[in-house]
């Protein structure tokens, strides 16, 4: 949709008529000529008249133009292309995700595929984006070490996007469990919002990190953020070895402390074991924090104010080469 700011400054195309009605007409200088010469001056006439009043005529033209583009211009055009709606008080969602090495094992199936627990994790975690389209969500990443991976944001495009192109060991080999809590805490908390809530996977125990488990919870529970954890695997795995035998081995799952974690902080766990355990763990979450958002409506505004002001620079431009070169 596209309307005029100041409408009332096409008043200013009365401008001209105004002053050609009111204001007398310039009386030519009957001493025009110094010199007269009857004969030489009536054959001079029959060219000037016929190229003067052409000249006179085309000028006019691009003098009317420009001033109905300059006018516009003035008059201020704007473009509205759509409405958008933002939330006024959405929920900050952090999805804090293991991404060590832990996570390369393919005992998850896409399909009929067999796929690794991290490919599991961002095929669910992309159909939960697309369900949460009025929620802040941001992502964080740990292993060895934690890091933002993508702050907290409303462009769902732009998050499943950079959710795509997570790589295992990206962050370490090892699981900094702590560090991945307290730091979707921290990112959770910096933009101001009704609920704060983080969402922690993994599928190992904490083994390194600078910031211990206990005192993650303890920064989760001051700021009253509410952390749901997910458990990938389970406490008994199968995998399979050289000879495609399948043996049984002891996970590194730690059930006791993300269990800990949720309870602490009003949260609840989810053990994953399949990836249809894990779309049904994401469906439960959405279910849990179903709230009614206020919206604001907005209108982005796009100015065309330069397009009437550079047509009528071009019309004043062709006026005074007219001038120059006739």
């Given at each position: 949709?596209?309307?005029?700011?100041w409408?009332?400054?096409?008043?200013?195309?009365?401008?001209?008529f105004?002053?050609?009605?009111?204001?007398p007409?310039v009386?030519?200088?009957s001493n025009?000529y110094?010199?007269k010469i009857?004969?030489?001056?009536?054959i001079?006439?029959?060219?000037?008249?016929?190229?003067k009043?052409?000249?006179?005529?085309?000028s006019?033209f691009?003098?009317?133009?420009?001033w109905?583009?300059f006018?516009?211009?003035?008059?201020?055009p704007?473009w509205?292309?759509?409405?958008?709606?933002?939330?006024?008080?959405?929920?900050?969602?952090?999805?804090?995700?293991?991404?060590?090495?832990?996570?390369?094992?393919?005992?998850?199936q896409?399909?009929?595929?067999?796929?690794?627990?991290?490919?599991?994790?961002?095929?669910?975690?992309?159909?939960?984006l697309?369900?949460?389209?009025?929620?802040?969500?941001?992502f964080v990443l740990?292993?060895n070490?934690?890091?933002?991976?993508a702050?907290?944001?409303?462009?769902?495009?732009?998050?499943?996007?950079?959710?795509?192109e997570?790589g295992?060991?990206?962050a370490?080999?090892?699981?900094?469990?702590?560090?991945?809590l307290a730091?979707?805490?921290?990112?959770?908390?910096?933009?101001?919002?009704?609920s704060?809530?983080?969402?922690?996977l993994?599928?190992?125990?904490a083994?390194?990190?600078?910031?211990?488990?206990?005192?993650?919870?303890?920064?989760?529970?001051?700021?009253?953020?509410?952390?749901?954890t997910?458990?990938?695997?389970s406490?008994?795995?199968?995998?399979?070895n050289?000879?495609?035998?399948?043996?049984?081995t002891q996970?590194?799952?730690d059930?006791?402390?993300?269990?800990?974690?949720?309870t602490?902080?009003?949260?609840?766990?989810f053990?994953?074991?399949?990836?249809?355990?894990?779309?049904?763990i994401y469906?439960?979450?959405?279910?849990?924090?179903?709230?009614e958002?206020?919206?604001?409506?907005?209108?982005?505004r796009?100015?065309?104010?330069?397009?009437?002001?550079?047509?009528?620079?071009?019309?004043?431009?062709i006026?005074?080469?007219?001038?120059?070169?006739?």
């Amino acid at each position: 949709m596209s309307i005029f700011i100041w409408p009332l400054s096409f008043l200013f195309l009365l401008l001209p008529f105004i002053v050609y009605f009111t204001l007398p007409p310039v009386k030519e200088s009957s001493n025009l000529y110094a010199l007269k010469i009857p004969f030489f001056k009536r054959i001079k006439s029959f060219e000037q008249i016929s190229s003067k009043e052409t000249h006179s005529k085309s000028s006019r033209f691009f003098l009317i133009l420009m001033w109905l583009f300059f006018t516009t211009a003035v008059a201020r055009p704007v473009w509205y292309p759509s409405v958008s709606d933002t939330p006024l008080q959405a929920r900050n969602i952090v999805l804090s995700l293991d991404v060590s090495e832990s996570m390369s094992a393919q005992d998850f199936q896409l399909g009929t595929a067999d796929v690794t627990r991290l490919t599991a994790v961002k095929k669910v975690v992309t159909d939960f984006l697309n369900k949460r389209e009025n929620d802040n969500i941001g992502f964080v990443l740990f292993g060895n070490e934690a890091y933002t991976y993508a702050p907290l944001s409303f462009d769902k495009t732009t998050l499943k996007s950079l959710l795509d192109e997570i790589g295992i060991g990206i962050a370490g080999n090892m699981t900094a469990l702590g560090d991945g809590l307290a730091l979707a805490v921290q990112t959770a908390l910096k933009v101001p919002a009704k609920s704060q809530i983080v969402i922690l996977l993994s599928d190992g125990y904490a083994n390194t990190g600078v910031v211990s488990v206990p005192q993650a919870i303890d920064l989760a529970k001051r700021n009253n953020v509410k952390v749901y954890t997910i458990g990938i695997g389970s406490p008994e795995e199968v995998v399979q070895n050289f000879y495609g035998l399948k043996i049984p081995t002891q996970s590194t799952l730690d059930e006791k402390t993300l269990q800990a974690i949720a309870t602490q902080t009003g949260g609840q766990y989810f053990l994953a074991k399949t990836t249809n355990n894990l779309q049904n763990i994401y469906k439960v979450i959405d279910n849990l924090e179903q709230e009614e958002i206020n919206l604001q409506s907005f209108k982005p505004r796009k100015e065309l104010f330069f397009i009437p002001l550079f047509l009528g620079v071009i019309c004043l431009f062709i006026i005074l080469m007219k001038r120059r070169f006739l």
